[in-house]
């Protein structure tokens, strides 16, 4: 049985998904007890110049604008938290920046294929950024890295990475922007519906704002992502619940509910659906919190 098949199996047992689960900062010790939030209410994001290679035209453009315009119409209605466009970047970095300085790009290779073995960028973790390769796991299929305080857990960048790379198989997900028909296996094209850029960022932007993966498989922040989901681009009102009650207008962002985190997070512990996995950096900096949206496998 695959893992993905796992997955389904243990999350149908549940009585009831999680509305929401807010992605808890480490410490130098392991999880802390606060939550990765924005002290700051005016967050900028910024794509990549060079776009997607297989997308055509400016499509991928219009849908990272869309997948934000759905949160800025969620912040609308609860609070004073707004997404601003910034101007596009030309070779953005990643796990680096500001508030200002938030980027979304498109990784078109493998770092297996685009780094020399014997780069030093091999042993200190920066072939990413040096190459502009993809330096994840193979069946990820995008991916947001944090950058935060680890005495505060405020965010200071968030940074959002497409899977653009060939697998080690040779196989890669091609980033779509339509909305219909769904593509079929092993015949995707721009012209279906295969792994939609919109649906993507719209849960990667979860991330961004410090949301965490859920049980719900009809939640923008499941952990998993067939060929063809939009369902991720509406935002569910449990993934809204969870951002509305972080971010009230007016107000400072508000701290971790302890007792329904910790119940939440044995809850998925339990049932594997947790995909994070998380990496320290320089010692005196913030810890990268890098959270994981995978790709759903054929049986
Ligand atoms: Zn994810």
């Known amino acids: 049985m695959s893992r993905a098949g796992l997955l ?17 900062a480490l410490s130098n010790t392991g ?7 924005w002290g700051a209410r ?31 119409n ?4 609860c609070s004073d938290f707004e997404f601003v ?26 770092c297996r294929d685009a780094v020399p073995l014997t780069d030093p960028c091999q ?4 072939c990413g950024n040096k190459f502009k390769c993809w330096e994840h796991g193979d069946s990820t299929i995008a991916l947001t890295t944090s950058t935060y305080s680890t005495r505060t857990g405020v965010v200071f960048d968030s940074d959002i990475e497409f899977n653009a790379g060939a697998s080690s198989d040779g196989a890669r997900f091609l980033f779509t922007t339509i909305s219909s028909p769904p593509c079929a296996e092993g015949m995707e094209t721009p012209f279906c519906t295969a792994y939609d850029i919109q649906n993507t960022a719209t849960h990667e932007i979860g991330h961004l704002v410090g949301l965490d993966h859920v049980t719900g498989t009809t939640s923008t922040m499941a952990p998993t992502a067939p060929l063809g989901d939009l369902m991720k681009r ?66």
């Open 74 to 77: 969620v912040a609308r209605g």
């Open 234 to 299: 509406v935002i569910d009102p449990g993934t809204a619940s969870g951002f509305c009650g972080t971010y009230p207008r007016g107000k400072p962002p508000v701290p971790c509910d302890e007792l329904a985190q910790l119940k939440s997070r044995i809850t998925a512990r339990n049932t594997g659906t947790l995909g994070c996995s998380c990496d320290g950096v320089l010692a005196a900096a913030p810890w990268l919190a890098v959270l994981l949206l995978r790709r759903r496998r054929r049986g």
């Open 42 to 72: 005016k967050v900028t994001y910024r794509m990549d110049a060079a776009g997607s290679a297989r997308t055509p035209v400016e499509a991928e453009f219009t849908a990272v604008d869309n997948a934000f315009a759905a949160w800025q």
């Open 31 to 37: 999880e802390s007890n606060l939550c990765v939030t």
């Open 8 to 24: 389904t199996l243990l999350v149908s047992g549940l009585a009831s998904a999680q509305p929401f689960l807010r992605t808890r």
């Open 123 to 126: 042993s200190d973790g920066s």
């Open 85 to 110: 466009r910034g101007p596009r970047i030309v070779d953005p970095k990643v796990g680096r920046g500001s508030q200002e300085d938030n980027v979304v790009t498109f990784r078109e290779e493998n």
